[in-house]
């Protein structure tokens, strides 16, 4: 197979969500050619060999240091090892270089909104969607800003608007089911379902459309009107609750207020229960 349809046979199966056939197709190519380097190092990321793909992007790098392309794999694999910082760094010469780029302006202003910088990272989007106007992508990065400083209303309201420019959006529809379901509404499991079945290729969607089956049977189903409730406002609940109940049982009657402990206990519980699962299913 020529070099030419064996870089769009790759293409094909990066795009297919098949980094695995990816690899396949390029094994034995010419490791000298920048391209061979960009496209293996996705198909890494693809298998979220973290490792790997940085290690293939920097051995492009080195052959073409100016390429913007391989420096946002680059970023993309650190971000996936946790190492925030230094993808912004890798981010921020590619902005330098292209700032027209679309995908790495948005590739940036999503690291900055993981690293809850409010102010940078609503330039980040600003920056962006003044080259993307009307985009999915913006909505969506619009709405992790919110969810990110706690405006979940606000997140929604952005989510529904990048389904309404794009109804296929995996991101979005994934994105939608984590806020329905942190509302204590079960049709989130349904998106999250939806969207594990149109992004297939991204183990992250699936494992939590998996584990969010949980909150769609019983005794899971019974912790989903505990999220109703803002935690901030469950915690100060109860506390007033434990107090009462205590100065009931020590100065009142102690039946009573032993009574009203048990519930009050037994209603923390409940909802320590249901946020610890929320978090276990949907972070």
């Known amino acids: 197979m020529d070099d030419e349809r064996t870089l769009a046979l790759a293409w094909h199966w990066l795009q ?40 293939v992007a920097r051995s492009g790098l080195a052959q073409d240091p100016g390429s913007v392309e391989l420096r946002r794999v680059l970023a993309h694999a650190l971000t996936g090892a946790g190492r925030l910082k230094e993808a912004a760094d890798v981010l921020a010469s590619a902005v330098a270089d292209a ?9 940036l202003a999503a690291n900055l909104v993981a690293r809850r910088f409010r102010e940078e990272s609503q330039r980040a989007i600003e920056a962006f969607a003044a080259l993307a106007p ?31 420019v794009d109804p296929a959006d995996p991101q979005a529809r994934a994105l939608l089911g984590e806020l329905t379901a942190r509302s204590g509404d079960v049709a989130g499991v349904g998106h999250l379902r939806r969207a594990a079945l149109d992004d297939f290729g991204s183990r992250s969607t699936v494992a939590r459309a998996r584990q969010a089956g949980a909150l769609d049977r019983y005794p899971g189903r019974l912790l989903l009107p505990a999220l109703r409730v803002h ?23 102690a039946v009573v207020g032993g009574a009203m402990l048990a519930l009050t206990l037994l209603l923390v519980v409940w909802l320590a229960v249901a946020h610890a699962v929320a978090v276990w299913v949907l972070d």
């Open 231 to 253: 935690p901030g406002w469950a915690a100060a609940g109860c506390f007033v609750l434990l107090w009462v109940s205590a100065r009931v049982f020590v100065v009142g009657d």
């Open 16 to 55: 297919t969500d098949r980094p695995d056939r990816c690899l396949e197709v390029l094994d034995g190519a010419d490791l000298t050619d920048p391209q061979v380097q960009l496209l293996r190092a996705w198909g890494l990321s693809g298998l979220e060999r973290w490792p790997d793909a940085e290690a």
């Open 134 to 164: 009307g985009s999915a992508r913006v909505a969506l990065l619009r709405a992790h800003w919110h969810l990110e400083f706690g405006r979940r209303e606000d997140a929604r309201r952005h989510v529904l608007e990048a389904l309404e």
């Open 99 to 107: 700032p027209e780029d679309v995908a790495v302006r948005a590739q």
